[in-house]
């Protein structure tokens, strides 16, 4: 289960992310990069945060540890920002939480290298989950404390927006030329030898358990929670086989 901790104080908005992240404290003493129900992108992007952050943490990534964040959307009442009041009014309930990597900064390609082991063990692990939201223009990678992270699962497994054709689009190959780890020669081969092995249908029973059950609803012949997690659990473990010898735009 993902640690749960209710809001107390809304902090600010972070400008950067697309879909308006806010800062939040919580009642653990917390600070919080807090992804919104009430956002334009929805549940699903709260899904996939889940799913891939969960799961790339097990696969030995450095993620930011992820928690559910009850909220009252009184906490808007005193928001100057129209926007922001609208975001939180419509945000009532669970939303999704992350650490705040306080200090942290954004992944430049010219500033930073990266081993190709690391670089192939990320294009790997993008690829698998289909990850759109890696490129050199938006890498959504940080550097904290001399480490590189993973942030912005949003993006990803696109499949889920249309289940029905989840099977042939899940298929179709990985185009990494414009990913931001494109320059460091990433060994692909490498990290599939030593990741795919590890996706098995045990671990990502394990990950799909933490999706609250509140996101997993309104999938017509996905009737239940576990229906849809089963359906997570199903694409990713087919793709996780085969995915290495799809990826394009890699040498
Ligand atoms: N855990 C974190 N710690 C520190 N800073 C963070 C964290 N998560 C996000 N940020 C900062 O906030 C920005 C926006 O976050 P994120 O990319 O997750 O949001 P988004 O709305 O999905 O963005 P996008 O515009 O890429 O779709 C990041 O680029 C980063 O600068
Ligand atoms: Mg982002």
Avoid at 71 to 81: F, I, M, N, R, S
Avoid at 128 to 136: A, C, H, I, P, T
Avoid at 162 to 167: K, L, V
Avoid at 168 to 187: C, E, G, Q
Wanted: aromatic share 8%.
């Amino acid at each position: 289960m993902l640690k749960e901790v209710i809001a107390t104080r809304y902090i600010t908005p972070l400008r950067e992310g697309g879909s308006l992240p806010g800062l939040v404290e919580a009642d653990d003493f917390g600070t919080y990069v807090l992804k919104f129900t009430g956002a334009g992108q929805g549940r699903k992007t709260l899904v996939a945060e889940v799913v891939c952050g969960e799961l790339a943490r097990r696969l030995g990534f450095r993620v930011p540890r992820l928690a559910t964040v009850e909220l009252d959307p009184v906490l808007g009442l005193g928001e100057p920002e129209q926007q922001v009041q609208e975001l939180l009014r419509s945000s009532g309930g669970t939303n999704l939480g992350m650490d705040f990597l306080s200090g942290a900064l954004g992944f430049d390609p010219l500033a930073f290298t990266v081993s190709p082991e690391e670089a192939g063990r990320i294009v790997w692990f993008d690829a698998l989950v289909n990850n759109v939201d890696r490129s050199w223009r938006n890498p959504n990678l940080l550097m904290w404390h001399g480490e590189l992270w993973l942030i912005d699962h949003g993006a990803t497994m696109i499949w889920h927006h249309n289940w029905p054709g989840a099977a042939a689009f899940a298929a179709r190959p990985y185009d990494a030329s414009d990913h931001a780890l494109h320059s460091f020669a990433p060994d692909v081969a490498a990290a599939a030898a030593a990741l795919a092995p590890l996706v098995t249908e045990e671990l990502l029973a394990e990950v799909t358990a933490e999706i609250p059950d509140a996101w997993l609803t309104g999938e017509p012949g996905l009737d239940t929670p576990d229906d849809l997690r089963r359906a997570y659990a199903h694409e990713l473990f087919a793709r996780a086989a085969v995915i290495h010898e799809r990826i394009e735009g890699v040498k």
